[in-house]
């Protein structure tokens, strides 16, 4: 019995603290933890989930399910990691069990406005939008005119993503002419659904003119909208809406290819964005900034907005802005021959494209009007076919520097040795007194030397040298010695060979000849070569550049004019 007694008591124990657990708020605290999350971005999201997590364990299951379609949306937005199955079979669970009636239509139009954002923020348009239109029916059955004109204009938005335009179009002006009715209802709220709708409207009319930019009443009538806003004080009257109506304008005249009005607004929306610290505007502002720097041509300003945006690129979640920003990057560098930066980029742009599906592929080429046919691994090759042209290129060049520096240096310095041998030949022959650097004033101590010298000497002065047949053996012959003897001893005296010694004499013979005797000048080639003892015009022209450094022709051309 006391057992039983026990267990009893334990029993309802247990069911005290259950029950106490799961009702001890009350219906204003509750109110209270939900608005914890409307005000998120100013509390934190931290502690926007404390409140929810606090709201989720509610036995009131209205405010159950709100909690945990807020707490997946958060998570979601942040890109936190959520268990989508869990929250997904909980929230559809639990609204099974709220009845639909007019006290609940409020509670689950927010229900429904979250589920249909978190679907959004997935990028899952058609449940979104499923969402949406069950909110706006539980806003239509409560007459709650502020939630009516929040989910028309969320409505708007999504058939702009869906790309049903008209549709779009048609939701955004049914909000605005319900704004202006309700103006006195709204009170304080007017300003702010009217901002957002001016704005949306004015983003559908930018997206009509995306697809037929021939109708320019559509970019009109985009700008009118935004300009409505800025013009008026109450509507931007925090540097965040402000901005983004810079935001707005700069991307409409970036449409109308007005770039210079885009680039003005594109930088004032860039300087209110940074003051407010927001960076996924600042990342699509440098984007949009370097992109019409880049179609007019200013290269160095494209590239550092393409530069700002990619920093900003925090996430690793890929978007057309991102890939096409790679894109954009390579383009440049290869305009500018930067060829190492040029195949980064492109290499960075192939990796993120390859990583989308085909169908965000098409969407991609078809958004940023890219050639369907384009090859992206063609481009690598092209790229790198450049880097080696050009390296190769510029190899070519310097060696052809290098050969031509090297040429002009030996000619230059041929031509001097030419010109200062020329001139001491025209010094040494004009004077008819020359006379040769004769052996007869060698005087050597060996009498077998001195024998073969006085005979060269004499061969010097009969101009015996200028015979056809004269050579090493019949020299020898002359003077009565051998031939070993003759040939060592003008290497010893004379310091070179029978055959440099036979030509000097024979060039320096003619070099005078010409100098002193204007007939002989007009002399053919060949007969002045036969003067001078040699065959043919050929080999006597040959030597004669040896050991002047000019031919025959140039030494006469050159006397003429100074004679």
């Given amino acids: 019995m006391p057992k039983q007694l026990s267990i ?3 029993t309802i124990f247990n069911l005290t603290v259950c029950f106490s657990q799961t009702n001890k708020y009350s219906s204003i605290e509750l109110e209270n933890f939900k608005s914890k999350f409307y005000l998120n971005r100013k509390i934190g999201i931290d502690s926007s989930l404390y409140y929810m997590d606090k709201l989720s364990q509610s036995d009131n299951i209205s405010y159950k399910t709100f909690a945990y379609a807020a707490i997946e949306y958060l998570k979601t937005r942040e890109k936190q990691p959520v268990d989508i ?3 997904k079979n909980t929230i559809q669970s639990s609204l099974l069990n709220i009845p639909e009636t007019k006290q609940n239509y409020s509670m689950l139009f927010d229900i429904y406005i979250l589920l249909g954002n978190t679907n959004k923020r997935r990028n899952l348009i058609k449940p979104a939008l499923d969402h949406y239109l069950k909110a706006e029916n539980y806003a239509l059955q409560s007459d709650d005119v502020e939630r009516i004109i929040k989910i028309k204009g969320n409505i708007a938005l999504i058939y702009q993503d869906m790309d049903e335009l008209e549709k779009a179009l048609l939701k955004g002006k049914e909000t605005l002419a319900l704004l202006e009715e309700k103006k006195q209802v709204l009170g304080n709220k007017y300003l702010t659904q009217k901002y957002k709708t001016e704005l949306n409207l004015g983003a559908i009319y930018t997206t009509l003119y995306k697809k037929d930019t021939l109708n320019h009443k559509f970019i ?3 700008l009118t909208h935004y300009n409505k806003l800025l013009k008026n004080k109450d ?9 983004r109506i810079y935001y707005s304008l700069g991307t409409a005249y970036s449409l109308k290819k007005e770039y210079g009005n885009a ?4 930088d004032k929306s860039l300087t209110l964005f940074k003051k407010v610290n927001s960076l996924s505007y600042l990342y699509k502002a440098n984007y949009n900034s370097g992109y019409n720097h880049f179609m007019s041509n200013d290269y160095d300003k494209a590239k550092k907005h393409f530069l700002h945006a990619l920093n900003l690129k925090k996430d690793t979640l890929l978007d057309y802005n991102y890939i096409n920003t790679l894109n954009y990057l390579s383009k440049i560098y290869s305009q500018q021959k930067k060829i190492d930066s040029a195949n980064y980029f492109l290499n ?6 390859s990583k989308m599906s085909t169908k965000e592929r098409q969407q991609f080429k078809e958004a940023y009007k890219i050639d369907k046919e384009t090859d992206f691994k063609k481009k690598i090759h092209k790229l790198n076919k450049q880097t080696y042209l050009y390296t190769l290129l510029i190899s070519i060049l310097v060696l052809t520097l290098i050969v031509a520096g090297i040429f002009i240096i030996k000619n230059k ?4 040795k030419a010109k200062s041998k020329l001139d001491e030949l025209l010094a040494k022959h004009s004077n008819s007194e020359y006379n040769l650097n004769t052996s007869n004033r060698i ?3 060996d009498e077998q030397h001195q024998q073969i010298i006085d005979g060269l000497f004499k061969i010097e002065k009969n101009h015996y040298y200028l015979k056809e047949d004269f050579n090493l053996y019949n020299a020898a012959k002359k003077i009565g010695t051998n031939t070993t003897y003759l040939s060592n001893v003008i290497k010893k005296y004379k310091k070179m060979s029978f055959n440099d010694y036979t030509n000097e004499l024979r060039i320096d013979y003619i070099a005078k000849l010409l100098t002193n005797d204007k007939k002989i000048r007009s002399y053919t080639t060949q007969a002045i070569a036969e003067i001078a003892g040699y065959k043919n015009a050929k080999s006597f022209t040959r030597i004669f550049k040896k050991y002047t450094g000019i031919t025959p022709y140039q030494f006469i051309e050159k006397i003429n004019k100074e004679l």
């Fill in 220 to 222: 009109d009538s985009a």
């Fill in 263 to 266: 680039n003005m607004y594109l």
């Fill in 85 to 87: 199955n869990y929250y």
């Fill in 413 to 416: 310095r041929e031509k001097n």
């Fill in 8 to 10: 009893l008591f334990l």
């Fill in 235 to 243: 509507l931007n009257n925090e540097d965040y809406y402000t901005a």
């Fill in 443 to 445: 005087k050597i101590n």
């Fill in 348 to 353: 960075s742009f192939l990796k993120a494209y």
